[in-house]
C-alpha cells in the first residue's frame, strides 16, 4: 500500500497500525488543550487574495451550495457514500460517550491558535472564486502561533474513520489553473481541486472533518483505516494551490473543515461568530 501522495518519503516514526487499541491522548492533544488560543494576526501580508471586512461577508454567498456535485466530486462521493455505512457503524464506538457531536475535538496542530484573521475564518468571502465563501479554518504559521510548515504534524482532531486519503493524487499544473479560471472557478469539483491533497475522518453522527494542502499523507492513513484522535495523519503543504507551481513554499498551511452533514460548522455565521464556533468545538471557549 502507498503511503505517501507525490514522493516516497514515509516517514518511519509515521507509522501507524490501523485498528490500534485505543489508546490515551496524546501528549500533542495534552498540549494542544493547554495552550490559550488568543493570539491576534495583526500580520497584514498574506497569500490569501481577499480579505474583506467583516460587514461584506454576508452579502452573497451564505447559500454556496457545498453539496451540489459533478465531475469528479461525484465520484468522491459515491466513494464516500460507498464507506459511509460502514464508517458510521465503526465510527459509533469512539463517539460514543462524548456527548455532543460538536464537541470535544482537539486542535490538528498542536499548540496551535485558532486565527483571528477574517480571511482564514469559515464565511470568509472569496470573490476571486464564483463560490466565494471559505468554509473551513487556516492555520498558516504567521497567524496560528506556532510552526506550520513541511514537517509539522497534523493530527487527526478525534477518533474516526478514514473515508478519503488522496495517496495517488496529482498536482495542479499551471494548466489546470487556467482550466479553473476558463470555468469561472465553477462548481463543487474544481473546489475540490483547490483543496489538493486531503484526508477525511468521518466520526460518525454526520460529522466529518477535513484535511486540505497536505503535503504528504502518513503511513498508515487510508480509507477504511480507524484512527485515535490526535493520531498523525500527515504533514502541511501547498497542494492544490497557485503557488505550488509558481511560488513553491509560499503558501504551506493546513485547511481544516468540520463538516455537518451537507454543510460546514460556521456555515451562515460571520468569521469572527464562525471563529467562536470552532473554539466550542476544541473545548477553548472563554
Ligand atoms: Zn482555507
Same mark, same amino acid.
Given at each position: ?13 509515521? #507509522? *501507524? !497500525? @490501523? ?7 496524546? $501528549?500533542? /492533544? ?6 490559550? =488560543? ?5 500580520? #497584514? *501580508? !498574506? @497569500? ?7 460587514? $461584506?461577508? /454576508? ?6 451550495? =457545498? ?220
Amino acid at each position: 500500500m502507498q503511503a505517501t501522495g507525490s514522493d516516497e518519503s514515509a516517514e518511519p516514526q509515521a #507509522a *501507524q !497500525t @490501523t485498528g490500534a487499541e485505543p489508546s490515551a491522548p496524546t $501528549q500533542a /492533544q495534552q498540549s494542544a488543550v493547554a495552550t490559550e =488560543p488568543d493570539n491576534a494576526a495583526e500580520d #497584514a *501580508q !498574506t @497569500t490569501e487574495p481577499t480579505q474583506q471586512p467583516l460587514a $461584506q461577508q /454576508q452579502s452573497d454567498e451564505q447559500k454556496a451550495s =457545498p453539496s451540489h456535485s459533478d465531475g469528479q466530486t461525484e465520484q468522491a462521493e459515491a466513494e464516500t457514500q460507498a464507506e459511509q455505512e460502514q464508517a458510521d457503524t465503526e465510527a459509533d464506538a469512539p463517539v460514543q460517550g462524548q456527548g455532543h457531536p460538536l464537541r470535544g475535538f482537539i486542535r490538528p496542530i498542536a499548540g496551535a491558535c485558532v486565527t483571528e484573521f477574517p480571511g482564514h475564518l469559515p464565511g470568509s468571502p472569496r470573490t476571486y472564486r464564483n463560490h466565494g465563501v471559505h468554509e473551513g479554518l487556516d492555520f498558516y504559521e504567521w497567524a496560528s502561533c506556532t510552526s506550520v510548515s513541511y514537517t509539522t504534524e497534523i493530527l487527526a482532531a478525534k477518533a474516526g474513520v478514514i473515508i478519503r486519503a488522496d495517496l495517488d493524487y496529482v498536482e495542479i499544473t499551471p494548466d489546470d489553473w487556467q482550466r479553473f479560471i476558463d470555468a469561472n472557478w465553477e462548481g463543487e469539483a474544481i473546489l475540490d481541486e483547490l483543496r489538493g491533497r486531503q484526508v477525511w475522518i468521518d466520526h460518525g453522527r454526520g460529522i466529518v472533518t477535513r484535511y486540505a494542502h497536505l503535503s504528504e499523507i502518513a503511513v498508515g492513513i487510508a480509507v477504511g483505516a480507524e484512527v485515535q484522535q490526535g493520531q498523525l495523519i500527515g504533514h502541511p503543504g501547498e497542494s492544490g494551490q497557485q503557488e505550488v507551481y509558481a511560488n513553491p513554499g509560499t503558501d504551506i498551511h493546513l485547511h481544516f473543515e468540520i463538516r455537518i452533514g451537507d454543510g460546514w460548522l460556521g456555515q451562515g455565521e460571520t468569521p469572527e461568530d464562525a471563529r467562536t464556533l470552532y473554539l466550542e468545538a476544541f473545548g477553548l471557549a472563554e
